[in-house]
């Protein structure tokens, strides 16, 4: 792709951010658009980065390792980590990023705990949610409204992790032929924040990180305070990445 249509893509994308967000009535500064660069070269991902891009997503520890270093010298980039983490690369996740949007384990919560901990830092994290019950994604289990009670005990443990500061909730929607058939896993991941917010008082549970290419303006009328967009910026992926 070349850099006018990314440019462009960029552009249009951010308008589309502004205007889901006056739509519901909300600070269009108050959604964070994280750019997701999986499977793109370094190349493309300069040219993002030119076009105005500073907070970059990535799936994979194998691919963003070297990405991450050949870029180093652009100072204001975060790089979040949005796919999902084995535990036994949890010591990668905390020296590689700044925000972590997937933790969905108490192993890898207290992995990334002691990490932290070693490095003294205090690593951002999201708690993935699987709100639609697909058996194909990660996430502590929330599809059942009326088994939230339960998760409580598990999410404090989570919580409790002195190095790690838990900011809110992240999800993936099914794939759907339609946006707005996605607006149900998105209120649901919302009112599992409200539930959280007065079960758990004493975390912070401000982020919602939800909608992606297809589906990010509808998550937006429903609270999304991060958006996770690749292809409809960056357009398809050149290879497919295995990892």
Known sequence: MQSQEIRANYSSVIERI???ANRNGRNPAEVQLVVVTKGHPVETILQVIEAGAHVLGENY?????PKITELSKHAALQWHMIGHVQSRKARAVCSLFSYLHSLDSVKLAERLDRFAGEMGIRLPVLLECNVSGEES??????????????????????????????????????????????????????????????????????????????DYEVAIEEGATLVRVGTAIMGPRPRKVEM
């Open 61 to 65: 520890i194998e691919e963003a390792e």
């Open 137 to 214: 994604k990660s996430g502590f289990p929330a599809w059942q409204e009326d088994c939230w009670p339960e998760l409580n005990a598990t999410l404090v443990r989570v919580t409790a992790c002195a190095n790690l500061e838990v900011r809110g909730l992240m999800t993936m929607a099914p794939f759907l032929p339609q946006a707005e058939m996605a607006r149900p896993y998105f209120q649901r991941l919302r009112r599992l924040q409200a539930f959280l917010c007065k079960e758990i008082p004493q975390a912070r549970w401000s982020e919602l990180s939800m909608g992606m290419s297809a």
């Open 18 to 20: 502004r205007a889901a």
